[in-house]
């Protein structure tokens, strides 16, 4: 699924976004959530995973045209780690071939006012 795939289901599921609100929507998060890893939090989405920081150690590596040692530098690198209840619900799969992911904090109606 893609970022444009997931703004069209979220405008066809909830009938009071446009298109353009569940795009702004989608931003939003994940611009909120690649910030909080930038500061170095950590991220936990209960039923889903929690994404976090891990540090890759200075190490040295080899250019391969020369063959000449080369030092690559410490990076933090993004980490995802996915979450009970997704973990099973992809491990279910149906006889359709598509995983049948249900996760207990996705509501199957939107809320009424």
Known sequence: MTRSDLV???AERFSQ?????????VKTILDAMSDA????HRIEIRGFGSF????RPPRMGRNPRSGEQVLI??????H???GK??????D????SGEAAVALSAAPSDPPSN
């Open 17 to 25: 976004l446009t298109q353009r609100d569940a795009e702004f929507a």
């Open 37 to 40: 890893l930038a500061r170095g």
């Open 52 to 55: 976090s920081i891990n540090r």
């Open 92 to 95: 279910k799969v149906d006889t």
């Open 73 to 78: 530098p410490e990076k933090l690198v993004p």
């Open 8 to 10: 069209a289901r979220l």
């Open 85 to 90: 209840a997704l973990r099973e619900g992809v």
């Open 80 to 82: 995802f780690k996915p």
